[in-house]
């Protein structure tokens, strides 16, 4: 700049878009040629309105190319005025049905809510709670050395019946509820202090296999697997035989003909005959056998694509006998005033009949240890012994598919066996978490003796107990579960083989067929080369050899075909001349060795 030009004389006053700041700057007045300039910034605060400015997004009814060249706006404002919105909170995006199954499956629940539900207030914590009412079916059970009685109850009576003390001569109760409904959850929380955390648990019916200590009570959860047969209403047989026809089936037919009419037998209630008057008998079993309540193994803990489900009930392995696994949820507490509360969603009646027919028995060792600890090995017991049935089934269906994928081997098998893999993966997740959970209660063993742990049973604040007959029988429980699952693995691996097999069974058919047709496309094509060369339209004499007939022909194309075959397939033939005598000599050797083996014995 020259000395003689002027700074120019201006005022800005503005105001960020970002606070309530003003700046302004004033240029000084006329300098000296001499004397150094200087910027002064008035800095000043606006307190009455410290709020950010809003700015209203809305469109211009001028072009995008317009705004975005207007200098009073700012570079943000302009992107928000010609951007679309690019993401959207999963709460407002109605077309997410895994988000709607996920809020469906756990009523009441948002992302942050606080845990648990609180049997001590009347929603539990949760809106939803008052809504999850459904009729329950509830046994109480109360034994002694002496005496075992058996009460039923529905949702209302039982809430009143809590309230009444246990019988003084009753060394150990069992309460088993058929059913999930809040009003019972709530009741038997206030009554046995359950944790709040616990009760979520039992609502919650999409929980893993676990086992949680608090301090007055021990929670197990695991899953009930079991072989059901699917009856059509319009059915009037029970008779599993009309859905068998296929004549292969027969050993397997007769031996769940026996199964379930043993199930039918077995399904009167065993209190009637072993003990006298008692209170009046619950239908419990009839609901529980009800097939249009029960959750399939492939909706149980299920994707939210209805279209697979539906696709893989269909087509189970089990549905062409009119059979399916069911699985339901299984919640037990074991409390440390010596009783027992298990809560099934419609199975009760199958863990209770064969149960209570021991504590009916004065001389079982349930009946005379009055022991809870021993009553949940006993529960845990017979939900695992209710997928014995399971893998006899699949053994059997896997058989047959093996003999159809030896004789026959099909692509329809691979897709019938990838069926049964799926089916075991799931239930194997399913019962693999029950060794750890049987551990765990192992490990948990009290440190008394079996004299001093009888007589701390009824003393709550010895806590949870876990005898050491309770220890001794687990050992059994986790053996029955070992062998059910390495069953189930050794079925895995078996179709995993068989899959194999048919593939490779297949591309060796393939490539045989593919090996016959080379070796005719081998011998015929001199044939076609000499056919096309005879065939060709040759001037008067000019080929003479034409005119000495067919052997002319032959005597061509028969060396000339053994030269190309030669050529050709000259490594095949010479590792078939390799082969054959490597038999031939493998074959003296052993006629040798047993000419020597049977001049030994004459020898002898």
Not at 277 to 286: G, I, K, N, V, Y
Not at 308 to 314: A, G, K, L, S, V
Not at 372 to 394: C, E, F, G, K, R
Not at 482 to 505: C, G, R, V
Request: hydrophobic share 35%; charged share 20%; with cysteine.
């Amino acid at each position: 700049m020259s000395q003689d030009a002027q700074p120019p004389r201006a005022s800005i006053s503005g105001q960020s878009h970002s606070s309530n700041t003003h700046v302004s700057f004033e240029p000084p007045a006329e300098p000296s040629r001499n004397s150094p300039r200087h910027i002064r910034y008035n800095l000043t605060v606006d307190t009455d309105n410290l709020s950010a400015r809003q700015h209203s997004p809305k469109r211009l009814n001028r072009s995008d190319t317009d705004a975005r060249r207007d200098p009073g706006l700012s570079p943000n404002l302009r992107r928000r005025m010609t951007r679309a919105q690019t993401f959207k909170n999963v709460e407002d995006f109605n077309d997410l049905d895994a988000f709607d199954a996920t809020f469906s499956a756990r009523p009441g629940w948002q992302p942050g809510s606080e845990p648990g539900f609180d049997p001590t207030l009347p929603d539990g914590g949760h809106a939803s709670m008052p809504a999850l009412d459904a009729p329950c079916e509830i046994s109480v059970i109360d034994y002694s050395h002496n005496h075992v009685t058996k009460q039923h109850f529905e949702n209302e009576s039982f809430i009143d019946f809590l309230e009444k003390p246990k019988p003084s001569w009753a060394k150990c109760r069992w309460i088993n509820i058929n059913g999930l409904s809040w009003d019972v959850i709530q009741a038997v929380g206030n009554k046995k202090n359950l944790h709040k955390l616990a009760l979520e648990d039992v609502m919650n019916i999409r929980n893993r296999t676990k086992a949680d200590w608090y301090p007055s009570h021990a929670f197990i959860i695991m899953t009930l697997q079991k072989l059901v047969h699917l009856v059509d209403e319009d059915d009037t047989s029970s008779d599993s035989s009309s859905t068998f026809s296929h004549s292969n089936h027969t050993s397997f037919k007769d031996t769940f003909k026996k199964f379930w009419r043993s199930r039918k037998i077995n399904g009167a209630d065993p209190e009637k005959d072993t003990l006298g008057q008692q209170a009046p008998t619950f239908p419990l079993s009839d609901d529980a056998e009800d097939t249009r309540m029960i959750r399939t193994l492939q909706r149980y803990h299920s994707s939210t694509n209805e279209a697979r489900t539906e696709y893989m009930e269909d087509h189970s392995s089990l549905a062409p006998y009119k059979m399916a696994i069911s699985a339901e949820q299984v919640s037990i507490f074991l409390t440390s005033d010596n009783t027992v509360i298990s809560f099934f969603e419609i199975s009760a009646g199958d863990i209770e009949r064969p149960i209570f027919t021991r504590l009916s028995n004065p001389g079982t060792i349930l009946r005379e240890s009055n022991d809870a600890s021993l009553l949940v090995q006993a529960i845990i017991d017979a939900i695992i012994d209710q997928a014995i049935p399971m893998t006899a089934v699949y053994s059997d269906i896997i058989s047959d598919i093996e003999l159809d994928v030896l004789t026959a081997p099909s692509i329809k098998q691979s897709r019938r066996l990838y069926i049964c893999i799926s089916e075991i993966n799931k239930m194997l997740s399913f019962l693999n978490p029950i060794d750890n959970v049987v551990s765990v209660l192992r490990d948990h063993k009290t440190f008394l003796s079996h004299d001093q742990a009888m007589k701390e049973l009824e003393n709550p604040s010895s806590g949870v107990i876990v005898t050491p007959m309770t220890h001794t029988y687990l050992g059994d429980v986790l053996d029955h579960c070992i062998m059910i699952t390495e069953a189930l693995q050794q079925l895995k691996q078996s179709s995993d083989n068989l899959i194999s097999l048919i593939f490779n069974t297949i591309s060796a058919n393939q490539n045989e067929s593919m090996k016959q047709l080379t070796t005719v496309t081998i011998i015929f094509l001199p044939l076609t080369f000499i056919t096309g060369f005879f065939g060709q339209n040759f001037a008067e004499g000019g080929f003479p050899e034409i005119h000495h007939g067919i052997w002319y022909f032959w005597a061509c194309a028969v060396p000339t075909v053994v030269a190309t075959t030669l050529v050709l397939m000259w490594d095949m033939i010479h590792n078939w001349l390799i082969r054959v005598v490597q038999r031939k000599h493998i074959g003296s050797i052993r006629k040798k060795k047993t000419s020597q083996i049977r001049n030994a014995k004459l020898k002898v």
